[in-house]
């Protein structure tokens, strides 16, 4: 979390205007890595505007986190070809692996957030998952188990 000097020295970069909020969040989302709910009021207090607002704008991107994420990105192509080929079935199964629950995209242990994202422009090799950049394809239970391990 950023502390109240922090957040108003994002806020006056931007000339404390009120039209920047979203660009005022995306900074403080580079520095913290999330929005924790302390600098979502903080903002909204010091520029005046409604939290719910600030709020409304901070759940309605997806670039936005409300929560902390994990040390390792893994997003899943849902993709017409990616979904064709099963992605979906190894998304539930490496949910279930991982021990998430409804509504969780990050490990208790905070090592991997898991995302959807709808293409990669890699369909040949569907199904596609990219890990901290890193594009793998063709993923079976077994390649998406020994990508993870070298994460670990």
């Not at 070809?81 to 991982?98: I, T």
Request: with cysteine; aromatic share 10%.
């Amino acid at each position: 979390m950023l502390s109240e000097d922090e957040v108003k020295e994002i806020i006056a970069s931007f000339g404390g205007d009120r039209r920047y909020v979203m660009r005022i969040l995306q900074e403080v989302q580079r520095r913290v890595g999330y929005l924790p709910k302390e600098n979502l009021k903080m903002v909204a207090e010091l520029l005046d505007v409604p939290l719910a607002k600030v709020y409304g704008i901070a759940t309605f991107f997806h670039q936005f986190r409300l929560r902390p994420h994990g040390r390792h990105i893994v997003q899943f192509c849902f993709g017409t070809a990616c979904y064709v080929k099963g992605n979906d079935r190894l998304w539930e199964w490496l949910r279930r692996k991982l021990g998430l629950r409804p509504g969780e995209d990050t490990t208790a242990d905070l090592r991997f957030t898991l995302q959807k994202v709808r293409c990669f422009g890699c369909c040949s090799m569907a199904p596609v998952i990219k890990v901290d950049g890193d594009i793998y394809g063709n993923m079976t239970k077994e390649k998406l188990e020994e990508v993870l391990r070298r994460y670990a």
